[in-house]
């Protein structure tokens, strides 16, 4: 009997040194914000316009002229066969939808490109976000927006900024 109360007061004892030692820490940093001093990023305006220049409004000059041309070949009945208009009787509603729906199409396809493009920058941020967890002993790491209230000693705003060898504007002070 006296052995299994030595067995379970030394399990107790482990239990309880594992469980004090494991302390959880948080921290928090608002990711966007280090999104948005990446060098990266102030270039991503002009991509964009490029982009929508070269990619995005030739499409839509494209499907007006095609529209146009299939819209004055199904009109003109007289010369149209009948299996040729059937055709583009077919083709003629995907064409208006794409007019119509033009500026949703363009919000779309320019998101694609911005997601694509920021792709590796939120990737480099989130590496730099984990490094300083890692040094600084965080075992969680939130989104700023998640919190309503914070300590600011657990932000990580500037410390993932120094990572990054980055500098925080002096209008924007770290943690707020």
Partial sequence: ???????????????????????????????????????????????????????????????????????????????????VRKQI????????????????????ATESKQNELLAPVYRKVYDAIKLVAKEKGYSHVFNKEAFLVAPDGDDMLTAVAAKLKLTIPKQTPAGK
């Fill in 1 to 83: 009997m006296k052995r299994i109360l030595t067995v379970m007061t030394v399990a107790t004892a482990i239990f309880l040194s594992t469980t004090a030692g494991a302390q959880t820490k948080f921290g928090y940093i608002s990711v966007d914000n280090v999104v948005g001093l990446m060098p990266e990023t102030a270039k991503l305006d002009s991509l964009l316009e490029r982009f929508q220049a070269d990619s995005i409004n030739p499409q839509y000059a494209q499907i007006v002229s095609l529209y146009q041309y299939k819209d004055s070949v199904y009109r003109d009945s007289l010369k149209t066969p009948p299996a």
């Fill in 89 to 108: 009787e077919g083709e003629l509603p995907t064409l208006i939808y794409q007019i119509q729906n033009w500026q949703q199409i363009v919000t779309q």
